[in-house]
């Protein structure tokens, strides 16, 4: 049964990077089928997708954020990362990691979701 | 940039009842690029419903998918105490994702 764990640290300061890594278990990444990916939610808020990445390295960015974010993978690791850069408060937000399909889209497997908050 | 309008904000219903929830794009796109997902309170959302009708592993029939191009439904023939929760949909457009602000269905 595939596992997603987000690690990073829970509290970054205004205008520096954000960084989390999503170690996926019971399943590898280096998949055809799928590629992964990250969605936030603020406090009391809805969903907002970041972007996601293939295992080939092949990214896809939502325009709300393409300026200042990174996805990158590694393979060897089953592991993905999501960088932020010049984070605010409105960055706050509980980070998921996930699985997404391709042909029919959808993304079918979360990670538990970890809080970061950004404050001085 | 096809912008999703789910309505009502909120639902008032007791078990038993028919909970239909609407999804509104801003602009045609195929229902094949439609999903929804149930977050309940402190958990990461679970995938229900993909192109539009198809339901995901273990989503029990009383969830149903409806619709195309820019006006879209989820039912839940009868609820259960369960499905008292947020329901998202989202659409894929041009290789980017994006959700609705969500339906939360509540208990009247």
């Known amino acids: 049964q595939l596992q997603l764990q987000e690690s990073g640290p829970g509290l970054v300061k205004p205008s520096e990077t954000l960084s989390l890594t999503c170690s996926a278990s019971g399943g590898s990444i280096a998949t055809t089928t799928h590629y992964w990916g990250w969605i936030r939610q603020p406090p009391g808020k809805g969903l907002e997708w970041i972007g996601a990445?293939?295992?080939?390295?092949?990214?896809y960015y939502s325009p709300s954020v393409k300026t200042r974010v990174t996805i990158s993978v590694d393979t060897s690791k089953n592991q993905f990362s999501l960088l932020l850069r010049s984070v605010t408060d409105a960055d706050t937000a509980v980070y998921y990691c996930?699985?997404?399909?391709?042909?029919?889209?959808?993304?079918?497997?979360w990670g538990q979701g970890t809080l970061v908050t950004v404050s001085s | 940039e096809i912008v999703l309008t789910q309505s009502p904000g909120t639902l008032s219903l007791s078990p038993g009842e028919r909970a239909t929830l609407s999804c509104r794009a801003s602009q045609y796109f195929s229902s094949s690029y439609l999903a929804w997902y149930q977050q309940k309170p402190g958990q990461a959302p679970r995938l229900l419903i993909y192109?539009?009708?198809i339901r995901a592993t273990g989503i029990p029939d009383r969830f149903s998918g409806s619709g195309s191009g820019t006006d879209f439904t989820l039912t839940i023939s009868r609820l259960e105490p369960e499905d008292f929760a947020v329901y998202f949909c989202q659409r894929y457009y041009d290789s980017v994702y994006a959700f609705g602000q969500g339906t939360k269905v509540e208990i009247k």
């Open positions: 996930a699985r997404h399909v391709y042909g029919l889209p959808r993304i079918d497997f």
């Open positions: 192109a539009a009708s």
């Open positions: 990445i293939a295992s080939s390295g092949g990214t």
